[in-house]
């Protein structure tokens, strides 16, 4: 019997969780997406072509791998039909090695016109939502409105789809939303009879005997921990759970199945979105950040906030999540930097504190900060640790001490090639 390893992200999400799963994918049989929906983009780059990922699991590149898409994702079934059209299109096959649970929720265009009307009616407080109709698929799952794609086989699932599309229009009303665009509802249909051809299983039973079989399975997050539903920056989150425990909830799995959980981590900190981040750098030299970490969005191309790594969020992260193995990403970004900056406590009510409070906005707290000398020194051609710069050892060094878990590869670029084994 094996168990599920998990790989997930310990920051506000694009932490590089795409690159490392296709990494490590050749060790896996299957490759399982859990939570979140369309609202993730998980970027690989390899043989000099890049390729974005929203709901596809990030083996599919792989061949012989099974990526299965597991019931705590929402699917929306017009991306999804049009990620494996354009994969397909580059001659790799993608119908006989994606599985979707029956259990998943589907996102309907209906789901997404509340999403953009939730945010417009918030104004300045907006969530700062990627508009994939995320959160009005979750409320409907929680709400027990949801359709699921087990659902698209019954007869009544025409009839059911209007029963929700109705009370949809009728929430609509109520936020005076008026952009209803029925030729989406008609292409959404035909994505539909798309997805027929794939295969629609039981995720849990497929799982678990896949397990009881020997087989190895990497369960791939989405998002990042401080964005989850009950943990991260509340409400400035996404509405699922992106903790190594929503991989149980989101695949089938009991917790005693979870075997070795990779956190991932910048070497300093994003966040897409609005929402609280103690260590933004609001400056110039965080656009010189954004500008050689090329820290804009992989789904909605707006540009990433850029701070200091933090190590009380850090921290907080590794516990929610189990964290066995560090994965630390983007290091070459800060190649250029003669000092960096990391945030070891905040400054919280008059004390000093080295944990993340119930509220790190501005007001609350402030980031210390201890300098570390930067190593101004290319590392994107490193291939071993014996290869990398002193001061960089030393960054990860100071890392692995105050987090207490070890780095096990460093990312030294966007490409499958430029990974380092600590
Ligand atoms: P994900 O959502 O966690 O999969 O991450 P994204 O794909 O949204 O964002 C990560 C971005 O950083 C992508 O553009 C990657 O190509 C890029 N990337 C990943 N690792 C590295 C690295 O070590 N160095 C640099 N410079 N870029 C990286
Ligand atoms: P990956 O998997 C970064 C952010 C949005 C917004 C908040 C809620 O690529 O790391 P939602 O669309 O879920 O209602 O948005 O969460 N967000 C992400 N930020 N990476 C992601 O995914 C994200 N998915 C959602 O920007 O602040
Ligand atoms: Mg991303």
Same mark, same amino acid.
């Given at each position: 019997?094996?168990?599920?390893?998990?790989?997930?992200?310990?920051?506000?999400?694009?932490?590089?969780?795409?690159?490392?799963?296709?990494?490590?994918?050749?060790?896996?049989?299957?490759?399982?997406?859990?939570?979140?929906?369309?609202?993730?983009?998980?970027?690989?780059?390899?043989?000099?072509?890049?390729?974005?990922?929203?709901?596809?699991?990030?083996?599919?590149?792989?061949?012989?791998?099974?990526?299965?898409?597991?019931?705590?994702?929402?699917?929306?079934?017009?991306?999804?039909?049009?990620?494996?059209?354009?994969?397909?299109?580059?001659?790799?096959?993608?119908?006989?090695?994606?599985?979707?649970?029956?259990?998943?929720?589907?996102?309907?265009?209906?789901?997404?016109?509340?999403?953009?009307?939730?945010?417009?009616?918030? #104004?300045?407080? $907006?969530?700062?939502? *990627?508009?994939? @109709?995320? &959160? %009005?698929?979750?409320?409907?799952?929680?709400?027990?409105? /949801?359709?699921?794609?087990?659902?698209?086989?019954?007869?009544?699932?025409?009839?059911?789809?209007?029963?929700?599309?109705?009370?949809?229009?009728?929430?609509?009303?109520?936020?005076?939303?008026?952009?209803?665009?029925?030729?989406?509802?008609?292409?959404?249909?035909?994505?539909?009879?798309?997805?027929?051809?794939?295969?629609?299983?039981?995720?849990?039973?497929?799982?678990?005997?896949?397990?009881?079989?020997?087989?190895?399975?990497?369960?791939?997050?989405?998002?990042?921990?401080?964005?989850?539903?009950?943990?991260?920056?509340?409400?400035?989150?996404?509405?699922?759970?992106?903790?190594?425990?929503?991989?149980?909830?989101?695949?089938?799995?009991?917790?005693?199945?979870?075997?070795?959980?990779? #956190?991932?981590? $910048?070497?300093?900190? *994003?966040?897409? @979105?609005? &929402? %609280?981040?103690?260590?933004?750098?609001?400056?110039?030299? /965080?656009?010189?950040?954004?500008?050689?970490?090329?820290?804009?969005?992989?789904?909605?191309?707006?540009?990433?906030?850029?701070?200091?790594?933090?190590?009380?969020?850090?921290?907080?992260?590794?516990?929610?999540?189990?964290?066995?193995?560090?994965?630390?990403?983007?290091?070459?970004?800060?190649?250029?930097?003669?000092?960096?900056?990391?945030?070891?406590?905040?400054?919280?009510?008059?004390?000093?504190?080295?944990?993340?409070?119930?509220?790190?906005?501005?007001?609350?707290?402030?980031?210390?900060?201890?300098?570390?000398?930067?190593?101004?020194?290319?590392?994107?051609?490193?291939?071993?640790?014996?290869?990398?710069?002193?001061?960089?050892?030393?960054?990860?060094?100071?890392?692995?001490?105050?987090?207490?878990? $070890?780095?096990?590869?460093?990312?030294? @670029?966007?490409?499958?090639?430029?990974?380092?084994?600590?």
């Amino acid at each position: 019997m094996q168990n599920v390893d998990v790989l997930l992200g310990l920051q506000w999400g694009d932490e590089g969780k795409g690159k490392l799963v296709d990494i490590l994918s050749p060790s896996y049989d299957i490759i399982a997406r859990f939570q979140g929906g369309p609202n993730a983009g998980h970027t690989l780059i390899f043989n000099g072509k890049k390729h974005v990922l929203h709901t596809i699991p990030s083996g599919i590149f792989r061949e012989e791998i099974i990526n299965l898409i597991g019931n705590g994702v929402v699917i929306d079934p017009v991306i999804l039909m049009h990620e494996i059209q354009k994969i397909e299109a580059e001659g790799i096959e993608v119908k006989n090695r994606l599985i979707l649970s029956k259990r998943a929720h589907l996102i309907t265009p209906s789901h997404r016109w509340l999403d953009a009307a939730s945010e417009a009616i918030k #104004g300045k407080n $907006k969530i700062g939502s *990627t508009l994939k @109709g995320i &959160g %009005p698929t979750y409320m409907d799952k929680t709400g027990r409105n /949801g359709l699921r794609i087990g659902d698209i086989e019954q007869n009544n699932f025409k009839e059911k789809f209007d029963q929700l599309y109705q009370k949809h229009l009728q929430l609509l009303k109520f936020y005076n939303w008026t952009e209803i665009k029925e030729e989406q509802i008609q292409e959404w249909f035909k994505s539909i009879e798309f997805l027929k051809q794939l295969q629609i299983v039981d995720g849990e039973h497929y799982i678990n005997d896949a397990l009881s079989k020997g087989k190895k399975v990497l369960a791939e997050g989405a998002q990042g921990t401080l964005l989850d539903i009950d943990f991260g920056t509340y409400p400035f989150v996404t509405s699922s759970n992106t903790i190594t425990a929503g991989a149980c909830t989101g695949l089938g799995i009991a917790p005693n199945k979870i075997g070795s959980v990779y #956190g991932i981590f $910048k070497a300093y900190c *994003t966040r897409v @979105g609005s &929402g %609280p981040f103690p260590t933004e750098l609001k400056d110039e030299l /965080g656009d010189s950040i954004r500008n050689v970490g090329k820290e804009f969005g992989s789904t909605t191309g707006r540009p990433r906030r850029v701070g200091w790594l933090d190590l009380p969020a850090l921290k907080y992260a590794i516990q929610l999540d189990g964290v066995s193995e560090l994965v630390m990403m983007k290091a070459d970004v800060l190649s250029q930097l003669e000092t960096i900056k990391v945030c070891t406590h905040y400054h919280y009510n008059n004390h000093v504190i080295d944990y993340l409070p119930y509220d790190i906005s501005a007001d609350n707290v402030t980031p210390i900060y201890q300098d570390l000398k930067g190593w101004q020194k290319d590392i994107s051609e490193c291939k071993s640790k014996r290869q990398l710069p002193k001061a960089l050892l030393k960054y990860i060094d100071f890392i692995q001490e105050n987090v207490g878990v $070890k780095i096990s590869y460093l990312s030294v @670029g966007p490409d499958r090639e430029q990974i380092v084994k600590l």
